[in-house]
């Protein structure tokens, strides 16, 4: 949004999203933070509240009559609006495709046949698209770089320390989701390698949408402290990282923080999870690599032998440490560098202006 006013100055707004967008101005019409249901049984349990959101959403895209929507993300949502986007003669730009290369490839038809320009944050779906489908998509690069690189990450380590009152101990970051079934699912088993690291400090990356007494329910370790609205400076000064499976692994090698990833949901999520996903991995890191970068553990193979050997090795002196890190280097040369919305604001209003 911030990007679209600098190339058009004139451009108004009008979203479903949050305090981010809020603050570039227009009219926010739902805040994400109601409607925000992931996995199976979550959406079941939500189903007609989604359904009604959709339907009041057509409501009010019609009333509204735009010249053009940015689809952002959330497929299981937007995609069921692009063919009335497109019968109403409104031009559709979707960024972030949705991930039909793992599961639910059919959406591509829908995609081809009612979104105008797709706009992709990984380079292998720009070959997904055009080679195994004809139908052409812009690269813009990861937005995650900009969300880091824009952030102030020159803090030492006697800072971070001093400045949230922790002993001298090196750190291990905890990232144990960001919803409240992940951090429920997870938390527990991730802090359970503790006794096995003396010499470190278990530091979770908290959410601000949850308090400190919602995570000591989960917590039984005194060597663990949840500190809030740092997870960027965390992961900096940490010799190594324990995350739950999302966006944040991506994030963590970013910065350039060793990690372990885990996964653990409910038996029959990760059962129907597994018969639907075409995926040899599920990190993201190890995705965008093709190849097992980092140690992942999902579901029975989330145990604290396997997370406590697997962080041996990385931590420092650990004999993989070195060759993670190079093959961080590597992963972030392949997402495009920095500028990744500033590149799709600009496509986005060229095209625009090509169709007037």
């Known amino acids: 949004m911030r990007h679209i006013k600098q190339y058009d100055p004139g451009a108004e707004f009008r979203f479903w999203g949050g305090d981010l967008m809020k603050m570039q101005g227009g009219t926010l019409v739902r805040h994400y933070k109601d409607h ?9 349990k939500h189903l007609p509240t989604i359904l009604g959101n959709i339907s009041f959403c057509k409501k009010d895209i019609q ?3 735009p010249d053009a929507i940015v689809f952002i993300d959330f497929p299981g949502f937007n995609l069921r609006l692009v063919k ?8 559709s730009f979707f960024y972030i495709s949705p991930t039909v290369w793992a599961w639910k490839e059919n959406r591509v038809k829908t995609i081809r046949k009612y979104v105008d320009h797709l706009f992709c944050i990984f380079p292998f779906e720009k070959t997904f698209y055009e080679e195994r489908h004809g139908y052409k998509v812009d690269f813009v690069g990861h937005p995650l770089l900009d969300s880091i690189y824009g952030e102030s990450l020159n803090i030492s380590f006697e800072e971070f320390t001093r400045d ?5 101990k090196k750190i291990i970051a ?3 989701g960001s919803r409240h079934y992940e951090i429920r699912d997870n938390l527990k088993m991730m802090q359970s390698v503790i006794p096995q690291f003396p010499g470190y400090h278990f530091v979770v990356a908290g959410m601000m949408h949850f308090d400190e007494a919602f995570y000591q329910q989960y917590i039984s370790n005194e060597n ?3 500190l809030f609205g740092q997870t960027y400076q965390i992961l900096k000064v940490a010799s190594a990282a324990i995350v739950v499976c999302g966006s944040a692994t991506l994030e963590t090698a ?3 923080t060793p990690q372990v990833i885990v996964y653990k949901t409910s038996p029959i999520t990760f059962y129907l999870g597994k018969l639907l996903v075409k995926l040899n991995h599920l990190g993201l890191p190890n995705i965008i690599m093709k190849r097992q970068i980092v140690p992942e553990f999902l579901q029975a193979d989330m145990t604290s032998a396997n997370i406590a050997n697997a962080l041996r090795t990385i931590v420092p002196g650990g004999e993989q440490r070195q060759v993670v890190l190079d093959d961080y280097r590597e992963l972030v040369e392949n997402l495009g560098g920095p500028g990744a919305s500033k590149r799709t604001a600009e496509l986005i209003v060229n095209y ?3 169709e007037h």
């Open 36 to 44: 925000d249901f992931m996995g199976l049984v979550e959406v079941v």
């Open 63 to 65: 009333g509204y009559a």
């Open 84 to 91: 009335f986007v497109k019968n109403l003669g409104i031009r």
């Open 164 to 168: 949230n009152n922790l002993s001298n």
């Open 174 to 176: 905890v990232l144990p």
């Open 224 to 226: 663990i402290t949840v």
């Open 254 to 256: 970013i910065i350039g």
């Open 352 to 354: 625009m202006n090509e």
